[in-house]
């Protein structure tokens, strides 16, 4: 009940494409969804997050969509540029001290 | 303030040795949270403090892994006795406490030879 399910594993987009990214939970005390971006031999970087009271969130070219009957949030990047190229990963929690559960991550590649 | 830091960013060891990480959150921030990642995973909660104190640890934190924050600044993680499996990359974090925004660090990369 604790997992959330990230897909896919990973992505190629072509530049000026959008990117999307889907994640699924079980746990509905869950009430705060964020996405963080990862480049290799860093810290997750929050880039932006959404609570279940909402159905969608924009900032800049992130948007998160939210499903709350179905489970379900996705990241959409627009006009995804080589410097997003990264590893994007989802995550949720709840009141029981904001502890993060994190999904497995998706590879992203934006091919110039 | 700058965000998050920690120290070292890297760490080699022996296993058998015993090592120590700090993490230093950002100023304002009463809530540390630690996380691992292995290769090729999301990171895993390991444990958090709220002030000084240790409120929740993961099953992942085996009796061999102990963390402080005595002054609810800074925190230490300490790992004894390592083992080839506790090699993966630490991350700390740093949270408000009225807050759920997580604002993490670049993490310290231990390998265990």
């Known amino acids: 009940q604790q997992q959330v399910k990230q897909s896919p594993q990973s992505l190629i987009v072509q530049k000026g494409g959008i990117s999307i990214i889907n994640c699924a939970y079980e746990?509905?005390?869950?009430?705060?969804f964020p996405w963080y971006q990862q480049f290799p031999g860093k810290g997750p970087a929050l880039l932006i997050a959404?609570?279940?009271?909402?159905s969608e969130k924009k900032e800049g070219r992130f948007t998160i969509s939210f499903n709350k009957s179905a489970k379900q949030f996705s990241l959409h990047i627009m006009d995804s540029q080589p410097g997003d190229s990264a590893t994007y990963f989802c995550?949720?929690?709840?009141?029981?001290?904001?502890?993060?559960?994190f999904g497995a991550g998706t590879i992203l590649r934006v091919k110039s | 303030d700058t965000g998050v830091s920690q120290d070292p960013r890297h760490k080699i060891t022996k296993r058998g040795q015993n090592v120590t990480f700090r993490c230093d959150p950002i100023?304002?921030?009463?809530?540390l949270y630690w996380y691992r990642q292995t290769l090729g995973q999301g990171p895993e909660f390991l444990t958090y403090f709220q002030n000084e104190a240790q409120l929740e640890k993961s099953r992942l934190l085996s009796d061999r892994f102990s963390a402080e924050r005595p002054k609810g600044s800074f925190s230490t993680l300490e790992i004894q006795r390592t083992e080839q499996g506790d090699s993966a990359m630490y991350l700390c974090?740093?949270?408000?406490?009225?807050?759920?925004?997580?604002?993490f660090g670049p993490g310290t990369r231990l390998t265990v030879l």
């Open positions: 974090a740093s949270s408000s406490w009225d807050d759920n925004e997580q604002f």
């Open positions: 746990n509905t005390a869950f009430d705060y």
């Open positions: 959404i609570r279940p009271d909402v």
């Open positions: 995550a949720a929690s709840g009141t029981w001290g904001n502890k993060l559960v």
């Open positions: 100023s304002e921030h009463n809530r």
